[in-house]
């Protein structure tokens, strides 16, 4: 096996690093890129499929993937490490040729404005939009989730219009809202419980991204594709409702 530095190119193998006894990661670039997520979300695809022996876990990032498994099942006279790399490459050069994996699409209803999207007048009038123009770009966005992070269920995703492109605030609020929706940078995401955070809030979803109670407890997954779409106080009381009976 021979490691390539990583983002030498969209059809370049990935470069395998041992971390430690028990993970390998493999490197598909070194920035945040639509591309590479891809990559990453069709390798996850790929080796769920040919489901290795001792795989414990494997975890998505921007342009990583981090395999968990057991060395015992490796053990082959060599390192454990090496030969679970050269079965991982294997894989991953026999589903190669095959067209990338069916994403799920998951709608969220957002209430946008208001006392659960406070900065949305000023991110519009930052950005030289009406809020109504921010709203409209923001639920006709088609976006993918990059990884899940900072706290269980929190998605980040690609995707955001650059037009809607802003900058964290200066100074984090201490506390967010569970559901709020948000804008920090490139990206947008989802607050899935009350959390310290610097992101510009733009409104607020009903639904749970994280549930330990639930079966997987996130809703979104690394991989999924995500539609926002606007809904009234109406709505969100209606949701919010059922959301806290099918919880109880």
Do not use: K
């Given at each position: ?9 969209p059809d370049q193998p990935p ?21 590479l997520s891809a990559r990453v ?204 009976l099918d919880a109880a």
């Amino acid at each position: 096996m021979r490691p390539i530095a990583p983002g030498s190119g969209p059809d370049q193998p990935p470069l395998f690093e041992p971390l430690g006894e028990t993970v390998l990661l493999l490197r598909f670039g070194d920035r945040v890129d639509a591309a590479l997520s891809a990559r990453v979300h069709d390798a996850l695809a790929c080796l769920r499929a040919a489901r290795l022996p001792g795989v414990i876990d494997a975890v998505a990032g921007y342009a990583s993937l981090a395999l968990h498994y057991d060395p015992a099942a490796w053990i082959s006279g060599g390192a454990p490490w090496r030969a679970f790399a050269d079965a991982v490459q294997a894989a991953l050069a026999a589903g190669g040729a095959r067209p990338a994996h069916a994403r799920r699409t998951i709608d969220i209803p957002v209430r946008y404005g208001g006392e659960d999207g406070r900065d949305l007048d000023a991110v519009a009038a930052e950005l030289g939009l009406a809020p109504d123009e921010l709203v409209s770009l923001h639920a006709a966005g088609d976006y993918s989730v990059a990884m899940l992070g900072f706290a269980p269920g929190f998605p980040y995703l690609l995707g955001l219009d650059p037009r809607l492109h802003a900058p964290r605030l200066a100074s984090p609020r201490t506390r967010v809202p569970r559901g709020s929706v948000a804008i920090g940078g490139a990206q947008t995401g989802i607050y899935p419980a009350e959390l310290p955070g610097g992101w510009r809030l733009i409104g607020r979803t009903p639904l749970a991204l994280f549930d330990p109670a639930r079966e997987p407890p996130n809703l979104l997954a690394a991989g999924d594709r995500v539609r926002f779409r606007a809904i009234d106080a109406d709505g969100f009381a209606a949701l919010q409702a059922r959301t806290t009976l099918d919880a109880a």
